[in-house]
T-cell receptor
Framework: GENVEQHPSTLSVQEGDSAVIKCTYS??????FPWYKQELGKRPQLIID?????GEKKDQRIAVTLNKTAKHFSLHITETQPEDSAVYFC???????????FGAGTTVTVRA | DTAVSQTPKYLVTQMGNDKSIKCEQN?????MYWYKQDSKKFLKIMFS???????INETVPNRFSPKSPDKAHLNLHINSLELGDSAVYFC???????????FGQGTRLTVV
């Protein structure tokens, strides 16, 4: 099955700086890579995703990159704000599959 | 309107008891899931149903029994609760085998 590794496990950044979270996956058949944000006590919410036919996707301050050859993908948050503080999860799956394999999560703290 | 709703939000019970968690989605999705989030925040799939049929059953003790009376509902019944069952249980749904999953607000189960 798919195995997703995520680094770092914790990340502390100064407000306004950038944050980068990296994930690797094991199954070369995986073709969909979402990122979820989970605030304390809340549900995971999809913030951005990328499919294997695309190398990069951007949505305002958030961007995701995918390197299929190396089997890794990354989340970039620019101009971080206190409300970006949360746990971020990467995940991987194949579009014919019925489950998401999640990374272990990264706790991001944005210092004011 | 809540897209994926689960009840109860909190559940405290004694070891050995039997309990149920209910989930309903009003998104018209075909596929529903149960995920378990442990104390280290790790998210792991337990079950996946597509059009009321069990698709995925991930090495979960048979004390856990999901039931899907229709494609908008997926309930989770747990027999003979153990201390190690304490976790947050998330219901989720997606359209067909489309991997974009929408999560419920979670049920925090505490077994004492």
């Amino acid at each position: 099955g798919e195995n997703v590794e995520q680094h770092p496990s914790t990340l502390s950044v100064q407000e306004g700086d950038s944050a980068v979270i990296k994930c690797t996956y094991s199954d070369s058949a995986s073709n969909y890579f979402p990122w979820y944000k989970q605030e304390l006590g809340k549900r995971p919410q999809l913030i951005i995703d990328i499919r294997s036919n695309v190398g990069e996707k951007k949505d305002q301050r958030i961007a995701v990159t995918l390197n299929k050859t190396a089997k890794h993908f990354s989340l970039h948050i620019t101009e971080t704000q206190p409300e970006d503080s949360a746990v971020y999860f990467c995940a991987a799956t194949h579009s014919n599959d019925y489950k998401l394999s999640f990374g272990a999560g990264t706790t991001v703290t944005v210092r004011a | 309107d809540t897209a994926v709703s689960q009840t109860p939000k909190y559940l405290v019970t004694q070891m050995g008891n039997d309990k149920s968690i209910k989930c309903e989605q009003n998104l018209g999705h075909d596929t529903m899931y149960w995920y378990k989030q442990d104390s280290k925040k790790f998210l792991k799939i337990m079950f996946s149903y597509n059009n009321k049929e069990l698709i995925i059953n991930e090495t979960v003790p048979n004390r856990f029994s999901p039931k899907s009376p229709d494609k908008a509902h997926l309930n989770l019944h747990i027999n003979s609760l153990e201390l190690g069952d304490s976790a947050v249980y998330f219901c989720a749904s997606s359209q067909g085998n489309g991997p974009e999953a929408f999560f419920g607000q979670g049920t925090r189960l505490t077994v004492v």
